[in-house]
């Protein structure tokens, strides 16, 4: 597993940039939360939204890198991952690290987690810490000379889909990692889409689709159902672009 970041190295990649401003009008407006379905292909896969994952990986299928250089999954592992860029979105494709940082609860703790660390990049809308356990959400590198997110209109709350064997998951940009590695996402994110959450022996080594949405966030950060909303119409605009 990798090596997670202090409080100080989180605040300082989190304070490089603010986020960029985009006009709200550009972008779709939240509207009633569409009803889960099924993926197609294979009939067993349950997906959240309207938008299959063969389609967004469709539109991700090249790979124009806007990252300096290249990121590792791990320590000690080649810097082979670039951080791709599409028309409204960012996207890599790495494996997937658990994270379990943030406020402590019965699955990630100090005894659970030998890495645990009691804060995330961003909070809830109350200024309490995001709940690995409870909230999927995604990692991103701290920001560097190699890739700032915030410079490409990445933030917390923004929305993610996060695509793995056949399924969707829309989470949210909840904490930033080390400025050299990517690929993490929360204990609830592993344990929707069907990987092995233990914070010390979970993951997947390969086959992690991360697409984020440049605009507007889900609101509150916290509501899972405020990502699916927003990432819902986020991904079928994003679809319908050149």
């Not at 560097?144 to 923004?158: D, L, M, V």
Request: proline residues 6%; positive net charge; glycine residues 10%.
């Amino acid at each position: 597993m990798r090596t997670r970041t202090t409080a100080l190295a989180v605040a300082a990649g989190a304070a490089l940039l603010a986020p960029v401003s985009l006009p709200a009008a550009a972008y779709p407006q939240e509207t009633a939360p569409p009803r889960k379905s099924a993926e197609n292909k294979g009939g067993s896969a349950a997906r959240e939204g309207s938008v299959s994952a063969s389609a967004l990986l469709a539109k991700v299928g090249s790979c124009k890198q806007i990252s300096r250089g290249k990121y590792r999954t791990d320590d000690g592992t080649r810097a082979n991952i670039p951080v791709c860029g599409k028309r409204g979105a960012v996207f890599w494709k790495a494996d997937m690290d658990i994270d379990c940082d943030g406020r402590p609860s019965k699955a990630c703790n100090r005894r659970t987690d030998p890495l645990f660390f009691h804060a995330t990049a961003f909070q809830e809308s109350n200024g309490r810490q995001l709940s690995a356990e409870r909230l999927p959400y995604i990692v991103v590198p701290g920001a560097s000379r190699r890739w700032n997110h915030a410079a490409h209109g990445i933030t917390g709350g923004s929305v993610a889909a996060v695509i793995h064997r056949g399924k969707v998951l829309y989470a949210v940009v909840g904490d930033t990692g080390p400025t050299r590695l990517i690929g993490e996402a929360s204990y609830a994110a592993a344990k929707s889409l069907g990987i092995r959450a233990d914070p010390r022996s979970g993951g997947t080594d390969a086959g992690v689709t991360y697409l984020v949405f440049k605009g507007p966030k889900a609101s509150p950060i916290q509501s899972h159902r405020a990502a699916v909303t927003r990432g819902d119409a986020l991904a079928r605009q994003f679809l319908r672009q050149n």
